[in-house]
């Protein structure tokens, strides 16, 4: 697989023997406060629940979008998403199946695009049905920022036509699932990265569930997530446990 845009491909291994073991989630809708994980919390739209303490994400769920009440939610999401413990615009991105107008989904979709790239922040995208015109989108977009498809669940060759693109994807429950496994084993670690999501699951038994599929020990999963993790959300995770 090729690796060509934004320089991602670059990022240097890190390693950073305080953080090696610590568990990384990139997207939950829960707070998690504990010593074996740090997490990044999905806000879409109370985005008075951003605390000062913890990471964060901030988008316009397609689920959520409403024609008469975006402009406002999105001047708010401008706001907020300026702050350091802000990592990235998202979930956004676009849903077949949900009952929003499509051409209000693209419209929103867009802006979230410009404004990651313009405050130079990565996207988390929510993606049903929809793989084909996300990519479409962020190309004429002309996007620069890192991009995680979260949730990843489908086939090696849209993981392929992703990571080409030189994005990355998350993964949660279904490596718990014992019929992902092959899929998941075929695709470069180096694009890889780990969530909850809305899942009664916990990120340490997803990462365990991984590194068993990939064969290798949990210090090595740990570290090489950590490097993808730096690699699109910065060095904020660098920090951990000083
Ligand atoms: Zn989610």
Same mark, same amino acid.
């Given at each position: ?92 991105? /676009?849903? =077949?199946?949900? *009952? ?8 929103? %979709?867009? !802006?979230?695009?410009?404004? $990651? ?19 479409? /989108?962020? =190309?004429?977009? *002309? ?8 949730? %990843?669940? !489908?086939?090696?060759?849209? $993981? ?83």
């Amino acid at each position: 697989m090729k690796h060509e845009t934004n320089n991602k491909s670059s990022c240097i291994l890190i390693t950073i023997a305080a953080v090696k073991n610590k568990y990384i989630n990139v997207h939950t809708h829960q707070t998690i406060e504990n010593s074996i994980s740090e997490s990044i919390q999905n806000v879409s739209g109370d985005f008075d629940n951003i605390k000062e303490h913890g990471f964060f994400s901030v988008g316009l769920h397609p689920w959520h979008i409403n024609a008469l009440t975006a402009k406002s939610c999105f001047a708010e999401l401008a706001l907020v998403s300026q702050k350091t413990n802000v990592l990235a615009i998202g979930e956004c991105g /676009l849903d =077949k199946l949900c *009952n929003t107008n499509y051409e209000l989904q693209k419209n929103w %979709f867009v !802006k979230q695009i410009e404004w $990651a790239n313009h405050i130079k922040k990565p996207l988390i995208i929510h993606c049903v049905r929809a793989h084909d015109e996300i990519l479409q /989108l962020l =190309k004429s977009a *002309n996007n620069k920022s890192p991009v995680v498809f979260h949730g %990843f669940n !489908k086939k090696l060759t849209l $993981a392929s036509k992703i990571i080409d693109h030189g994005y990355y994807l998350s993964f949660g429950k279904q490596l718990l699932w014992g019929n992902y496994s092959d899929i998941f084993k075929a695709i470069p670690i180096e694009r890889i990265v780990f969530e909850t999501d809305d899942a009664h699951v916990t990120i340490d038994e997803i990462y365990k569930s991984a590194a068993h599929i990939k064969n290798i020990t949990l210090d090595i999963l740990c570290q090489k997530v950590l490097n993808n993790t730096i690699c699109v959300f910065g060095k904020n995770f660098t920090n951990l446990n000083e």
